[in-house]
């Protein structure tokens, strides 16, 4: 096994934070029962604000400082929306509250060409998303933790090497993830305990007598001398990931950008369910009491490419009109379908050529709205120009069977009157049309391909009443 541990350091501040620059000092403060600083944005701890500082401490230190309420719910929703992210890579993810997801890799690594490919994807994925993590590989679940909190970039991928790179781990490192409880630490550092390495040469019969022994266990699931199964992130059945933005803005560049750090969350949900979606929506919440704005996003067939989203909700965002400045955004997706694996012949690119017009539909509609895009459907009536109606593309539509006779691609919108008949040339025909005696649109017609003096195909008629007028009504070339 393999696995990489993704520390998010103060999930419930990046889940806020990654929506703004840094620029601003803001602290997230919980006022139950003390009032006190729970974590605090880069430019913050430059002013000396740390977790733990009281609230009054703080603001004699810092009085710009901006406060926002701590809730814990934020660092969860945070590690669920990696979690379903993550699914682009792999099927085996676990979140490891309070700040770490855990990916099994071992089965991907032939998929993404290699372990250093894979890191780097992973890095970059979590950069789209605008978030800042710690990264590190080791064969076991809590190695990788402890790694990545300790030594983040650390690569291990046998076990032989794990017992000498934990070695030089802090002692706190114990508690990271486990059950050692804090009084077992105290206990080690009185007697000068300072490393892993130290801790793992103790007697374990003396650890378990100082009801210590949650430190050798702990010891044996890093190394892999003992069990560590974790539970599966389930994804979930609808999507829902939620960005805040410290800044409210109507900037369509702004907005995009920040839609953008929404994206991988969908995909990836998307691709660990082997599914796409035809549809989604963007909720947009703005200042004050003004309602809800609500963007729905259809696609012209199932797909999960983040491209794609991204050029469609560019389209509707530039034509959209807000009531006031947007201060968070929302993406939610419901009913995934399963999309057919891709074609794998070297020379079929006919899948690729699909893709690029359902693409160009979508944008489309997106920007001319839906009823002004039309697909044109053959209808069961000898008269040309009823033989067809407009319907909505992609629209299932009953089998028609097709007359057996030459039609142009260009039919005119009225049937043309012809002054000098005589000067074409009959090279197919006649193909009689009587049709219609029951709505008042009687025909009667004799139809004709016709070619003209600069090489030109047309389709004419004759009335076969008086007076018996030929007229042009379409073109073969």
């Known amino acids: 096994m393999l696995w990489f541990a993704l520390i998010l350091p103060e999930p419930a501040l990046q889940a806020i934070q990654r929506g703004s620059p840094d620029a601003t000092p803001l602290a997230l403060v919980e006022r139950h029962p003390l009032a006190r600083v729970v974590a605090a944005n880069p430019a913050a701890r430059q002013l000396g604000i740390t977790a733990g500082d009281s609230l009054a401490g703080a603001l004699a230190v810092a009085p710009a400082l901006r406060l926002l309420d701590h809730d814990p719910a934020d660092a969860q929703r945070l590690l669920a929306e990696v979690a379903s992210w993550a699914g682009v890579f792999t099927p085996a993810v676990s979140i490891d509250p309070p700040d770490c997801v855990l990916l099994e890799v071992a089965a991907s690594l032939q998929l993404f060409r290699g372990l250093q490919r894979l890191t780097t994807l992973v890095g970059d994925g ?206 939610k997706a419901d009913n995934p379908v399963e999309l057919a694996p891709l074609a794998t012949d070297l020379f079929d690119d006919s899948g690729l050529q699909r893709e690029s017009a359902q693409l160009l539909l979508a944008r489309l509609r997106a920007r001319l709205g839906d009823e002004a895009i039309r697909a044109v459907s053959p209808l069961a009536d000898h008269r040309p120009e009823r033989a067809w109606h407009p319907v909505a593309p992609g629209k299932p539509q009953a089998p028609v069977e097709l007359v057996d006779a030459p039609r142009p691609l260009w039919l005119l919108a009225e049937p043309k009157l012809l002054t000098h008949p005589e000067r074409l040339r009959l090279v197919d025909g006649p193909e009689r049309i009587e049709s219609g005696w029951w709505d008042d649109h009687d025909v009667r017609r004799d139809y004709f391909v016709a070619l003209t003096h600069k090489g030109g195909r047309w389709w004419i008629f004759r009335e076969l009443e008086p007076p018996r007028d030929w007229y042009l009504h379409g073109f073969f070339a």
């Open 126 to 331: 979590l950069a789209g998303l605008g978030l800042s993590a710690r990264i590190a590989c080791a064969p076991t679940p809590l190695a990788a933790r402890w790694l990545a909190r300790h030594r983040p970039g650390s690569t291990l991928t046998d076990e032989a090497g794990l017992a000498r790179q934990l070695a030089e781990l802090p002692l706190a490192a114990l508690k990271d993830g486990t059950d050692v409880p804090a009084a077992a630490l105290e206990l080690l550092a009185t007697i000068g305990i300072t490393r892993i390495a130290e801790a793992a040469a103790l007697p374990r019969g003396g650890l378990a007598r100082r009801q210590a022994a949650a430190v050798s266990k702990s010891l044996d699931r890093a190394l892999g001398h003992q069990p560590d199964p974790r539970l599966h992130f389930a994804q979930p059945a609808r999507y829902r990931a939620r960005l805040p933005l410290l800044v409210p803005t109507e900037r369509n560049d702004t907005l995009m950008f920040l839609v953008r750090r929404l994206l991988p969350g969908l995909t990836g949900w998307l691709a660990a369910r082997h599914a796409g979606v035809d549809r989604f929506e963007l909720v947009l919440e703005h200042e004050g009491r003004h309602p809800l704005t609500r963007l729905q996003i259809i696609c012209a067939a199932p797909c999960r490419d983040e491209a794609a989203f991204a050029l469609l909700l560019d389209e509707h965002l530039g034509r959209q009109a807000f009531p006031g400045p947007v201060d968070a955004l929302a993406i």
